[in-house]
């Protein structure tokens, strides 16, 4: 069974670009979840998605959002950037239903830099 | 809210030694608790969880934690290290959301070095 896909892995921007990241989660899982990984703030939730809707947010600015496909596919998208967001950009799946699919599986992350 | 600590983000043992990583939990309601290792340049893979039943979990690579109530804490450990588990380690509760779904949070991290 193929695992959680994202791409890019690498990209470099400068501020004030935009960006757009995708998803691709383990076949079967419905739920999607996006988590911002750096030094300083560690590993923070972005957002969450099943079934198309954005179900959770995290503490983030609306600069940052994100979408779901009817495949489960995800995207999430930063505008305006800024020198601060240069992290490593984690997506996750897991079933979901009931408590246990707190079991997330994880891609292996998009890496952006912001010059 | 949920929250996990993680003491000592960097630890060092010796190739064969005892691992032993600390998590402290704060929950409201019963956790679900998991571990999950980091390499260079990758995501995060899971370790090992409790979501109910037998308080001592086994994982993968030979990992283990125990879950003790009384002490909040979920600390994980291996009885000989190899110098492939030279990675960085995450603790983390599982917490049911609003909207309904569940999010991670996570400890700040143990760096784990293995050394000759």
């Known amino acids: 069974k193929a695992g959680v896909t994202q791409t890019p892995r690498y990209l470099i921007k400068t501020r004030g670009q935009q960006v757009t990241l995708s998803c691709s989660p383990i076949?079967?899982?419905?739920?999607v979840s996006w988590y911002q990984q750096t030094p300083g703030q560690g590993l923070q939730f972005l957002f969450e998605y099943f079934s198309e809707t954005q179900r959770n947010k995290g503490n983030f600015p609306g600069r940052f959002s994100g979408r779901q496909f009817s495949n489960s596919r995800s995207e999430m998208n930063v505008s305006t950037l800024e020198l601060g967001d240069s992290a490593l950009y984690l997506c996750a799946s897991t079933r979901a239903g009931d408590r246990s699919a707190g079991e997330l599986f994880f891609g292996e992350g998009s890496r952006l830099t912001v010059l | 809210a949920q929250s996990v600590t993680q003491l000592g983000s960097h630890v060092s043992v010796s190739e064969g030694a005892l691992v032993l990583l600390r998590c402290n939990y704060s929950s409201s309601v019963p956790p679900y608790l998991f571990w999950y290792v980091q390499y260079p340049n990758q995501g995060l893979q899971l370790l090992l969880k409790?979501?109910?039943?037998?308080?001592l979990v086994k994982g993968i690579n030979g990992f283990e934690a125990e879950f003790k109530k009384s002490e909040t804490s979920f600390h994980l450990t291996k009885p000989s290290a190899h110098m492939s588990d030279a990675a960085e380690y995450f603790c983390a509760v599982s917490e049911v959301l609003t909207g309904g779904g569940n999010k991670l949070t996570f400890g700040t991290g143990t760096q784990l070095k293995v050394e000759l």
């Open positions: 409790y979501t109910t039943g037998a308080t």
């Open positions: 076949s079967g899982h419905r739920s």
